[in-house]
């Protein structure tokens, strides 16, 4: 897998495999299961993904964002698994010469991801639990 | 013919399996199949409706024709990110 882990995802991680000093601007998006969701606690969220289908999908949409904006380094990965409030649900870093790019190509990954990638989260609180479907593919 | 259908989030639970083999007409096109799932599986009906399905890595359309002994997934709407 390239850009879906059961590993936890660790922001440090940025500073070690992002180096570049032609890179003037750094946008980094961070995704955190949120504790609270339709007025209730959130215990823990497990994401489901149609793991060869979802990294064929994302693999498309950053090279979508390569051909749009002038990017020189970009690093995306999407958790799946058993994940509990606080935990990075996924990680974007796009770096490129200026900020604007940087922002709308960092926007766009997120953007397409949540619209496109057969990725499913259910979430469970004290009592019950709801899968989120959101958006038909 | 026989087919392989995997759901996935809450259809399989609304279906009562991840994994099931099914027996369809031959020629059966996309439509047509999800039209069987929702009378087979009436709890799953109304998310069905709003699902799309692939064959392996490839997303099909309403009129294609499923293949014999394919595997084809049924995918919920998503809420990745």
Not at chain 1, 3 to 26: M, N, Q, R, V
Not at chain 1, 48 to 58: D, M, Q, T
Not at chain 1, 68 to 75: A, E, N, T
Request: aromatic share 8%; hydrophobic share 35%.
């Amino acid at each position: 897998m390239n850009y879906l882990t059961h590993g936890i995802l660790d922001p440090s991680f940025l500073e070690e495999c992002l180096k570049d000093t032609e890179s003037g601007a750094e946008a980094v998006f961070i995704g955190r299961v949120r504790g609270t969701s339709r007025g209730k606690t959130v215990i823990r969220m497990e994401y489901e993904a149609h793991e060869s289908l979802a990294e064929k999908v994302i693999d498309g949409i950053v090279k979508e964002a390569w051909d749009k904006w002038p990017v020189r380094h970009l690093f995306l990965k999407h958790r799946i698994g058993s994940l509990e409030p606080g935990d990075i649900s996924i990680l974007i870093s796009v770096q490129t010469s200026h900020r604007e790019e940087a922002f709308s190509a960092c926007r766009y990954l997120i953007d397409q991801i949540k619209l496109r990638v057969p990725i499913w989260k259910k979430e469970f609180y004290s009592d019950s639990s709801q899968w989120l479907e959101e958006t038909p593919l | 013919m026989k087919v392989k259908i995997t759901f996935y989030a809450s259809l399989k639970e609304k279906t009562g399996n991840h994994l099931w083999e099914l027996d369809v007409p031959d020629g059966i096109r996309c439509s047509e199949l999800m039209g069987l799932l929702g009378d087979k599986f009436p709890e799953a009906k109304a998310t069905l409706e709003r699902s799309a399905l692939s064959s392996g890595d490839i997303y099909l359309q309403p009129d294609d024709i499923i293949q014999p002994d394919a595997s084809i997934s049924v995918l919920p709407p998503v809420s990745g990110g």
